[in-house]
């Protein structure tokens, strides 16, 4: 008996010490809760704000349902789009703000004055938030990557490009003035450098004014009048915002100055659709703006799991494998709609 139970007790005691000796309970390579990621967000649900320039744009509109389809893919984002219906710095300012005081876990900015929204960056960093840029970027130190549609230098090229084409090509001549959203708008003034540095390639083009137009469709139609009555040999009008374009076409429809002006610039193709159609317009640039949205999800998924880095790739759903060069996620270029393709595109 008393071996009986001497054995027992060994038995038990082996027990418990291979359960204490065992390994932690391991997944399958298949089983994809198995996968670590690194960050202290890794798996959970996160909340990430998309933040436009300016809310009720069709663009951000369009880059806000792309935005919305990667979260619902992805399952584990909450997406809040919300911004200044009003394109006010300061507004922007205020959600960024309101966004740091409840602890969301990613801030995404298309940041239409940088050095008025920088500082609230800068705050929403130091809370522990990812910020990261869209659409435009901002200084460095404010955000940790930006989600970037194509280089400056691609855009500025393209426009150039095109507006030479539709003036017949590189005998191109006359006057070319471009009409921008806000003076301190830094993506389009990276854009203009570049415009500028291309211009030389058209010796016969000659930039004579950029004016602004504040994100408004009204000041830009009467911006683009203005240049039309300033300058009589005006035959180009580089429109490089989404507001800015149909109000810049829209100048030269009604002032019967279509076939003499072109405009060229940069909008939905759902926005310049009847003016390319109608020949006011021969040539849109653009991105598809529901993959940049779609993209920034993914990039915002992965800033808050600790998983993108400088220089590396991004897993982005339907999107496949986007190359991060330093710390901008590249979504791959521009699309030039002309009316022989803009009728295949619906955003």
């Not at 979260?71 to 740091?100: M, R």
């Not at 991105?287 to 880095?309: E, F, I, P, Q, S």
């Not at 901008?328 to 699309?335: A, D, E, F, R, S």
């Given at each position: 008996?008393?071996?009986q139970?001497?054995l027992?007790?060994?038995?038990?005691?082996?027990?418990?010490?291979?359960?204490?000796?065992s390994?932690?309970?391991?997944?399958?390579?298949?089983?994809?809760?198995?996968?670590t990621?690194?960050?202290?967000?890794?798996?959970?649900?996160?909340?990430?704000?998309?933040?436009?320039k300016?809310?009720?744009?069709?663009?951000?509109?369009?880059?806000?349902?792309g935005?919305?389809?990667a979260?619902?893919?992805?399952?584990?984002?909450?997406?809040?789009?919300?911004?200044?219906?009003?394109?006010d710095a300061?507004?922007a300012?205020?959600?960024i703000?309101?966004w740091?005081?409840q602890?969301?876990d990613?801030?995404?900015?298309?940041?239409?004055?940088?050095?008025?929204?920088?500082?609230?960056?800068?705050?929403?960093?130091?809370?522990?938030?990812?910020?990261?840029?869209?659409?435009a970027?901002?200084a460095v130190?404010?955000?940790e990557f930006?989600?970037?549609?194509?280089?400056?230098?691609?855009?500025?090229?393209?426009?150039?490009?095109s507006?030479?084409k539709?003036?017949?090509?590189?005998?191109?001549?006359?006057?070319?003035?471009?009409?921008?959203?806000?003076?301190?708008a830094?993506?389009?003034?990276?854009?203009?450098?570049?415009?500028?540095?291309?211009?030389?390639?058209?010796?016969?083009?000659?930039?004579?004014?950029?004016?602004p137009?504040?994100?408004?469709?009204?000041l830009?139609?009467?911006?683009?009048q203005d240049?039309t009555?300033?300058?009589?040999?005006?035959?180009?009008?580089?429109?490089?915002?989404?507001?800015a374009?149909?109000?810049?076409?829209?100048?030269?429809?009604q002032?019967?100055?279509?076939?003499k002006?072109?405009?060229?610039?940069?909008?939905?193709?759902?926005?310049m659709?009847?003016?390319?159609?109608?020949g006011v317009?021969k040539?849109?640039?653009l991105?598809?703006?529901?993959?940049?949205?779609?993209?920034?999800?993914?990039?915002?998924?992965?800033?808050?799991?600790?998983?993108?880095?400088?220089?590396?790739t991004?897993?982005?759903?339907?999107l496949g494998?986007?190359?991060?060069?330093?710390?901008?996620?590249?979504l791959g270029?521009?699309?030039?709609?002309?009316?022989?393709?803009?009728?295949?595109?619906?955003?």
């Amino acid at each position: 008996m008393k071996i009986q139970l001497s054995l027992l007790s060994l038995a038990a005691m082996a027990a418990l010490f291979t359960a204490g000796c065992s390994s932690p309970e391991t997944k399958s390579a298949g089983d994809p809760k198995a996968e670590t990621t690194g960050g202290p967000s890794a798996g959970k649900k996160i909340t990430v704000c998309l933040l436009p320039k300016k809310k009720g744009v069709p663009y951000f509109t369009s880059c806000s349902e792309g935005a919305e389809e990667a979260a619902k893919e992805l399952g584990n984002v909450e997406l809040i789009y919300d911004g200044p219906t009003s394109g006010d710095a300061a507004d922007a300012v205020k959600l960024i703000d309101q966004w740091t005081a409840q602890g969301v876990d990613v801030i995404a900015v298309s940041p239409n004055d940088p050095a008025v929204l920088g500082p609230a960056m800068k705050r929403a960093r130091d809370a522990g938030i990812k910020v990261i840029t869209w659409d435009a970027d901002s200084a460095v130190d404010t955000r940790e990557f930006l989600v970037n549609q194509a280089t400056a230098e691609e855009i500025g090229n393209s426009l150039v490009d095109s507006m030479a084409k539709d003036l017949g090509g590189d005998k191109a001549a006359g006057d070319v003035a471009i009409v921008t959203a806000t003076l301190t708008a830094a993506n389009q003034n990276e854009w203009i450098k570049y415009i500028k540095a291309r211009l030389p390639k058209y010796p016969g083009l000659h930039l004579v004014a950029t004016k602004p137009s504040n994100e408004d469709q009204k000041l830009a139609f009467s911006v683009t009048q203005d240049l039309t009555k300033a300058y009589p040999n005006l035959k180009g009008v580089f429109a490089i915002s989404s507001v800015a374009f149909p109000g810049a076409a829209e100048a030269i429809k009604q002032g019967g100055m279509t076939g003499k002006v072109f405009v060229t610039g940069l909008s939905t193709p759902n926005d310049m659709r009847n003016y390319v159609n109608e020949g006011v317009v021969k040539s849109v640039i653009l991105w598809n703006t529901k993959d940049l949205g779609y993209l920034t999800v993914y990039a915002a998924r992965a800033a808050a799991d600790g998983v993108l880095k400088a220089d590396g790739t991004l897993k982005a759903g339907r999107l496949g494998e986007k190359k991060v060069v330093g710390d901008n996620v590249m979504l791959g270029g521009t699309i030039t709609f002309t009316k022989d393709n803009i009728a295949q595109y619906n955003f």
